[in-house]
């Protein structure tokens, strides 16, 4: 590029009152969002919802004015825990990895208290509401790998809020098939809200 190119191009920039603006609101990730948590999360890591390039949430009712964007790299720094339950989708244990739902709050900015609500919502739209006291009692995780791989959106992925029915006695008797009402797999959004 030429000197004067250059020069003419920063200088364009640097006329441009938006940049800063709009940097400020995005996620202060390196690579893509992959999880989103919004409500009481402290500082948080990026601005309110945008309804013209945050779509989905958007499309799916989704509001918060401060929420803390995580990508893959920020979900892998988080301290990790291994399951492995019976799966409904093949009657198979599988090993499941990945930080504890609490772990992802935390780093997230949000103080854990009493009566805190979790509304766990996936990419196809389905929602669920739990408390933290449960989330905590069921020691329900935010799995990003299967068997040693990373999850796939498509699949289960890229996040799944689950737990291992199998060791939990208010899910080990029931039908494999009724354990994972509470576990929305394509997790992409929390919101915490006081009960």
Same mark, same amino acid.
């Given at each position: *590029?030429?000197?004067? /190119?250059?020069? %003419?191009? &920063?200088? #364009?920039a640097a006329a441009l009152p938006v940049g800063q603006a709009w940097a400020a609101e995005?996620?202060?990730?390196?690579?893509?969002?992959?999880?989103?948590? =919004? =409500?009481?999360?402290?500082?948080?890591?990026? =601005? @309110?919802? /945008?309804?013209?390039l945050d779509q989905m949430l958007f499309k799916h009712g989704v509001k918060f004015s401060? %929420?803390?964007?995580? /990508?893959? @790299? &920020?979900? *892998?720094?988080?301290?990790?825990?291994?399951?492995?339950? #019976?799966?409904?989708? !093949?009657?198979?244990?599988?090993?499941?990895? =990945? @930080?504890?739902?609490? #772990?992802?709050?935390?780093? %997230?900015?949000?103080?854990?208290?009493?009566?805190?609500?979790?509304?766990?919502?996936?990419?196809?739209?389905?929602?669920?509401?739990?408390?933290? +006291?449960? +989330?905590?009692?069921?020691? *329900?995780?935010? %799995? #990003?790998?299967? !068997?040693?791989?990373? *999850?796939?959106?498509?699949?289960?992925?890229?996040?799944?809020?689950?737990? !291992?029915?199998?060791?939990? @006695?208010?899910?080990? !008797?029931?039908?494999?098939?009724?354990?994972?009402?509470?576990?929305?797999w394509g997790l992409y959004y929390i919101d915490v809200s006081q009960g």
């Amino acid at each position: *590029m030429k000197k004067r /190119d250059f020069l %003419a191009l &920063a200088s #364009t920039a640097a006329a441009l009152p938006v940049g800063q603006a709009w940097a400020a609101e995005r996620p202060a990730t390196q690579s893509p969002a992959l999880l989103t948590v =919004g =409500g009481p999360v402290g500082k948080g890591n990026r =601005g @309110p919802l /945008d309804v013209e390039l945050d779509q989905m949430l958007f499309k799916h009712g989704v509001k918060f004015s401060t %929420a803390f964007a995580f /990508d893959a @790299p &920020a979900l *892998m720094r988080l301290a990790r825990v291994t399951i492995r339950p #019976t799966l409904e989708y !093949d009657n198979k244990v599988h090993a499941l990895s =990945g @930080p504890l739902l609490t #772990t992802v709050l935390r780093a %997230a900015g949000v103080r854990l208290a009493p009566g805190l609500r979790l509304g766990l919502r996936a990419v196809d739209g389905y929602n669920v509401v739990i408390s933290l +006291a449960d +989330a905590e009692a069921y020691q *329900m995780m935010v %799995a #990003t790998h299967i !068997d040693g791989q990373a *999850m796939a959106l498509g699949g289960l992925g890229p996040q799944w809020a689950v737990y !291992d029915a199998d060791r939990l @006695p208010a899910f080990k !008797d029931k039908p494999v098939k009724e354990r994972f009402g509470l576990c929305p797999w394509g997790l992409y959004y929390i919101d915490v809200s006081q009960g």
